[in-house]
């Protein structure tokens, strides 16, 4: 099933979805790579906001290369979602709805995303080309000194991305070799 | 003894950091066409030519590839008549910093793997440099995301672990991979030599074109057997399951110990890239 998302979501836009699905998603979405997830804890942590609204929000782990002049981004394909796992159910429990990356994620995300009745999503991983076509506007909004890790807001139109973790349990990266396996011994 | 001014290679060395992060190497485009054509799972042919999609989209709009443009390993081959006229290895860095800049390529590198602070112009370079014979000097840059490298293993095994040892240690490092190193991936696979030999052999073996299989008719064999091996694992394109886990695996050895046998796997993805001039 392909399925038509703007954000914020709700945890009843993403009810339906299941792993393997695909998402076009449109509207804000966050960039944020290792360094700016370490920030944002010692924000928490000190008991202050995190710089964008985290609830039904969608953060792209993400750092595209530099925008031509005239162009609205470079290459923004997804990094591995992996390094982000000591942080992300911190903020999936503050009401991050929907992770954007590409690779495996650890017990603790996987019950967080069933927990929060989030998702996480795969970008194409080495499809920078591809993705910077969706994007329509972008702005550095901190942490301009983390360079490429700085945290960005993105217009997105139409950003193609696939269910890996859905809120019920499902895992693309089990399912998916799974079932081709499943095939192949028939 | 001729003489290489120093900005030749800078200027060299720019313009590869550009041509390798925007145009995939001829033999790798042609493995991601053929795992394509011969992939019998619909969404991994979906997959794949989404992939392929991405290589016109990054030529049509000048972009990177991949917005991983790497770490910049820079291999030189220095002909031993030649007389390189200025600081050889800055002008090496000088032209990663160009290249860069110039290219609107990611600077990815921090000066200190503990503090962490970006340098700004991806500078340094990881250089490896051999003397040969001859006066020319060839230069190749591979940009070398870290997705991949990340996935990377070595092992000291024992000389008794042999061949088998060696073939379920490469497996076993794709399957831990899985779909982190953005699948189908390229494999260099290094055997042999000492500890820090065999990881530069498996960095080595990346820079062979993947229709080129190793000279030595019993490591081709090798080198097919463990291809189609991880071609049956099941992670498929981005590991959403299918054929197509790996486009192409290289192999390179070196004498070694009696007492060892070392074995690293270099784990590059669908996005390996190189470039090389001669000058």
């Given at each position: ?55 039904g ?43 954007i ?17 989030a ?65 192949e011994?028939? | ?65 991949c917005?991983?443009t ?34 609107y ?11 962490r ?122 590991g ?40």
């Amino acid at each position: 099933m392909q399925y038509k998302l703007t954000t914020p979501v709700t945890r009843e836009d993403l009810a339906p979805l299941k792993a393997g699905d695909t998402v076009l998603l449109s509207g804000t979405v966050y960039t944020a790579r290792d360094a700016a997830h370490k920030r944002m804890m010692e924000l928490l942590d000190a008991g202050k906001e995190l710089p964008f609204p985290v609830e039904g929000s969608a953060l792209y782990y993400v750092g595209p290369t530099p925008e031509r002049p005239g162009e609205v981004i470079g290459s923004a394909g997804p990094t591995t979602s992996g390094r982000m796992d000591a942080y992300s159910p911190r903020l999936l429990d503050l009401g991050q709805a929907i992770m954007i990356g590409k690779g495996a994620r650890n017990q603790e995300v996987k019950d967080a995303v069933v927990r929060n009745g989030a998702v996480y999503l795969a970008a194409l991983g080495g499809a920078g080309a591809l993705m910077a076509a969706c994007v329509k506007k972008l702005e550095v909004i901190c942490w301009e000194d983390l360079g490429c890790e700085a945290v960005r807001r993105l217009e997105v139109e139409n950003m193609p991305l696939t269910v890996i973790l859905d809120a019920h349990g499902g895992d693309l990266y089990e399912s998916g070799p799974a079932a081709y396996l499943g095939r192949e011994r028939k | 003894m001729r003489t290489i001014p120093a900005a030749e290679i800078t200027a060299s060395v720019a313009r590869l950091c550009v041509r390798a992060n925007t145009v995939l190497p001829p033999d790798v485009a042609a493995a991601l066409e053929a795992c394509r054509a011969a992939e019998p799972w619909p969404l991994a042919g979906e997959t794949l030519a989404l992939l392929q999609d991405n290589l016109a989209q990054a030529r049509k709009r000048d972009l990177p590839i991949c917005q991983d443009t790497g770490m910049s390993c820079v291999f030189v081959e220095l002909g031993q008549e030649v007389h390189v006229e200025g600081d050889f290895e800055e002008a090496i860095h000088q032209g990663v910093r160009q290249g860069y800049g110039q290219g609107y390529l990611r600077k990815s590198m921090v000066a200190d793997p503990l503090r962490r602070v970006n340098t700004g112009d991806n500078t340094p370079a990881s250089i490896t440099v051999r003397i040969v014979p001859g006066d020319q000097c060839t230069v190749t840059v591979v940009p070398k995301g870290f997705g991949s490298e990340n996935m990377s293993r070595l092992a000291m095994l024992k000389p008794a672990d042999g061949v088998e040892g060696v073939k379920h240690f490469v497996v076993e490092t794709v399957r831990l991979a899985g779909p982190n190193p953005c699948p189908p991936m390229v494999l260099g696979v290094g055997i042999g030599g000492s500890f820090d030999k065999v990881a530069a052999l498996a960095k080595h073996a990346l820079l062979r074109p993947l229709n080129q299989p190793n000279p030595d008719p019993y490591y081709a064999a090798l080198e097919a057997e463990l291809l189609e091996e991880i071609n049956t694992l099941g992670i498929g394109p981005q590991g959403f399951g299918g054929k197509t886990t790996c486009l192409g695996l290289a192999i390179e050895t070196a004498p070694t110990h009696v007492a060892g046998l070392p074995v690293a796997v270099n784990v590059s993805c669908h996005v390996t890239r190189r470039a090389t001039e001669v000058l």
